[in-house]
């Protein structure tokens, strides 16, 4: 393993530990606008909603692991599954991705800080009161008059279920509301990561040499800007609907209920993508350090992201194939959703050719890698499955597409967020996660995860529809939920051991050093955590991999450039 | 954690000049595209919804076209980048007065919408509840509405800091990018011109 040279820091700041009361500490973080400090606070905050989704997915799989069950009455349960998904997508796999984008983007390109740093302060915490709102609703979602506490219409809240009349009270409006802030957030903070990528880079660093993460999460704040604005403008109207008695999905004026569907899904699904891309993200920095190579086919990598971003804007309605939008829509979209796999491919046989021949070290952060690889590819294929619209007519609104977005969001950009905690942990904290420890919950995990959404399917083909609080025992589906229902506390139990690591690690892991994984981008070149300002002298760069460069001037990587 | 240190990462022999775009315009940009999106799918509302209305009244008996507020709203463009013009070359009463210009013209522009919608409302019986044609016609123009009083709001926020004598040359590429926002705040009338009083009566 080669180490860095011995050079000496031009900016030795002294390690004088301040005296610190813990009210200046609590001020110091509420009204920071450092980009790391605000990444950190994003993971921190998504990781308690991660927890609390979790709780209302258990409550869900223990109501449903037997036929005929009454743990939770069916309001309650329509409110889980409607919490769980509106928390786990906008309030923890947004922020989650915003967090490390937050911590990353900057530092990976040599930047002091992000384009507007204060912005960057202002979308957090508007994302965050987002969240505050959604639960909030619990005490304030029955209002003064009418019935119900938390939101109730499901995660995409078709109308006309949530017209005033069939949603009285303000839980609708909660969700609502909670979702245009959080929409504000992402917006704010995809304009901050698009505009540091293209004005806040440092000398040499062309568009060509960022590393893969950066162009990534350029393409996904592309995304954002599309895709999370058209939901903006839905909830505006919903908002106008509710209050101000439009009629833009109101089926008694001739409103159209589908037009909903389609303003959702035009959102909703470049969403996917918006949160995939981040765990592609993830895997190109990760894939190559432990296996020992540069990435395969940089060029292919960024031009794939790109046409993945394009492409994921035209097949939103495959989520429609049963409302009837005749043979033309559907052939498009059945086309368009399977192009999409294209690009996708280019990827993971990239990752593949990437791993081929190197000396692989199968550290915790690979091991999740190598587990992504291979569910996401599973969950890929079935999405190609549920792509053929005569087949998504036998399998919509079943537990199958249950099943097959849980394998990407779980099987996919999950472990692909275990594998980034893993990989960039030390550099967040100075210390290094425990490796056995780590083992441990990844071993528990994949067995949970497999438990739980390979055999989802299972009750899915044989016909149970999702969003249902009991079914009756002589339809058959009661020993596959049971199966399902024990991966969730495997999964539980994975969840344990990784906030054990987390916390566990902070005080008592070993400590990392500047370069724990003899990485090759800039974020290694500084010490574990970073300086306030990153880089006191902004760091040139000749190549895709600049810290390679230094730790081996006798073949750097600039010799080989185009 | 013995101390904070950053290796230094410089490299020697000739680097090549590094210029890259100034972050307003490139901010401004990024919302520009989010904007556009939200006017689309209202847009798109509008036209989905045309001739749909289950009761009257229909476009082509309340809407008339407000040519000048039109003609005023699209002259804020030129002036507002004349304004641009004098920054730079540092003639700073003709920007106060180009600026001064264009607040007259957007806000002559806004009581144009103000008074047809008055005409609407209380002549024609028109509000967001009458019928799908209200609904999307004073969504689609309100929203374009909400976004010129935020432009008149910072253009009159500059105008006051250059009347006070508190805007000099330093401050271009700030108040470049303010204009591109009012720019787009035009180009979207364009549209919404074109798609309510053109295509949709």
């Given at each position: 393993m080669s180490t860095i040279p011995a050079v000496k820091g031009v900016d030795e700041t002294q390690a004088t530990r301040r005296a610190r009361l813990p009210a200046r500490v609590i001020h110091e973080w509420l009204t920071t606008v450092d980009h790391k400090k605000i990444g950190i606070l994003y993971i921190g905050y998504a990781l308690i909603f991660l927890v609390i989704g979790g709780i209302e997915a258990t409550l869900m799989r223990i109501q449903l692991a037997q036929p005929n069950n009454h743990l939770v009455s069916p309001q309650v349960f329509n409110r889980l599954f409607t919490m769980h998904g509106t928390t786990m997508i906008f309030f923890v796999a947004m922020p989650i991705m915003f967090g490390f984008g937050n911590y990353l983007v900057p530092i990976m390109i040599g930047?002091?800080?992000?384009?507007?740093p204060r912005l960057n302060a202002f979308s957090f915490w508007v994302s965050a009161m987002g969240g505050v709102l959604l639960y909030f609703s619990y005490l304030g979602g029955s209002g003064l008059y009418a019935a119900g506490s938390a939101p109730d219409v499901g995660w995409f809240a078709y109308a006309p279920l949530t017209a005033k009349v069939f949603s009285p009270g303000h839980s609708t409006d909660y969700w609502t509301l909670s979702i245009l802030l959080s929409g504000v957030g992402s917006i704010g903070t995809a304009l901050n990561i698009v505009t540091t990528t293209l004005c806040m880079r440092s000398p040499g660093m062309k568009l060509s040499r960022m590393p893969l993460l950066v162009w990534l999460y350029l393409v996904m704040g592309g995304l954002v800007f599309v895709t999370i604005s058209p939901l903006t403008a839905a909830q505006i109207m919903l908002t106008l609907d509710r209050?101000?008695?439009?009629?833009?999905?109101?089926t008694q004026a001739g409103g159209s209920a589908v037009l909903w569907m389609h303003f959702f899904w035009i959102f909703g699904h470049p969403e996917v993508y918006v949160l995939i891309l981040p765990a592609f993200a993830f895997m190109n920095e990760i894939v190559p350090v432990f296996s020992r190579?540069?990435?395969?086919g940089y060029p292919a990598m960024v031009a794939a992201s790109v046409g993945i971003g394009f492409i994921s804007l035209t097949v939103w309605a495959h989520h429609m194939f049963t409302v009837g939008m005749g043979a033309a829509g559907n052939t498009f979209f059945v086309f368009a959703t399977m192009v999409i796999s294209v690009p996708t491919g280019i990827k993971i046989f990239n990752w593949l050719a990437t791993i081929w021949g190197g000396k692989v070290i199968f550290a915790t952060p690979m091991l999740f890698s190598v587990g992504f690889l291979f569910q996401f590819l599973i969950a890929g294929l079935t999405g190609i499955i549920l792509s053929i619209a005569p087949f998504d007519w036998q399998l919509h609104n079943t537990y199958f597409v249950v099943a097959h977005f849980h394998y990407v969001i779980v099987g996919g950009i999950l472990f692909a967020l275990f594998a980034a905690f893993y990989y960039w942990y030390p550099k967040m904290t100075g210390r290094m996660m425990s490796e056995t420890i780590g083992k441990w919950h990844f071993v528990l995990f994949i067995i949970g995860f497999h438990l739980t959404f390979d055999f989802m399917h299972i009750p899915g083909l044989l016909g149970m529809p999702r969003q249902i609080y009991t079914y009756e025992?002589?339809?058959?589906?009661g020993s596959w939920n049971m199966i399902v229902t024990i991966g969730v506390i495997f999964q539980a139990a994975g969840i344990l051991v990784f906030v054990y690591n987390l916390v566990r690690s902070y005080f008592a892991?070993?400590?990392?050093?500047?370069?724990p994984w003899d990485a090759w981008t800039l974020e290694w070149s500084t010490s574990s955590p970073p300086p306030d300002y990153n880089f006191a002298v902004l760091p040139t760069v000749r190549s895709r991999r600049p810290l390679w460069d230094l730790k081996h001037p006798e073949d750097p990587d600039s010799d080989y450039e185009l | 954690m013995s101390s904070a240190s950053t290796l230094p990462m410089q490299p020697g022999g000739a680097q090549a000049p590094w210029t890259q775009p100034y972050r307003g315009t490139v901010g401004m940009a990024c919302l520009i595209i989010a904007e556009s999106a939200i006017f689309l799918i209202f847009i798109v509302a509008y036209i989905f919804y045309?001739?749909?209305?289950?009761?009257?009244?229909?476009p082509d008996q309340v809407l008339e076209v407000p040519i000048f507020g039109t003609i005023c709203l699209l002259s804020s463009s030129i002036t507002v980048h004349l304004a641009v013009i004098r920054l730079r070359q540092v003639k700073l009463r003709a920007f106060t007065f180009w600026l001064a210009g264009t607040v007259v013209l957007g806000t002559i522009f806004l009581l144009s919408t103000a008074q047809e919608w008055y005409r609407l409302i209380y002549e024609r019986g028109l509000t967001l509840q009458t019928n799908l044609f209200g609904t999307t016609y004073y969504s689609l123009v309100g929203l374009h509405a909400s976004h010129v009083i935020v432009g008149l709001i910072m253009l009159s926020l500059t105008l006051l800091f250059a009347l006070f004598g508190r805007v000099n040359e330093h401050h271009f590429e700030k108040f470049d990018t303010l204009s591109l926002y009012w720019h787009f705040v035009d180009g979207v009338w364009v549209v919404v011109f074109t798609v309510v009083y053109v295509v949709g009566r």
């Open positions: 930047a002091r800080d992000m384009a507007f209050y101000l008695g439009a009629h833009f999905f109101d190579k540069a990435i395969f025992a002589d339809r058959g589906w892991g070993k400590v990392a050093g500047p370069d | 045309l001739g749909k209305s289950l009761t009257g009244p229909t």
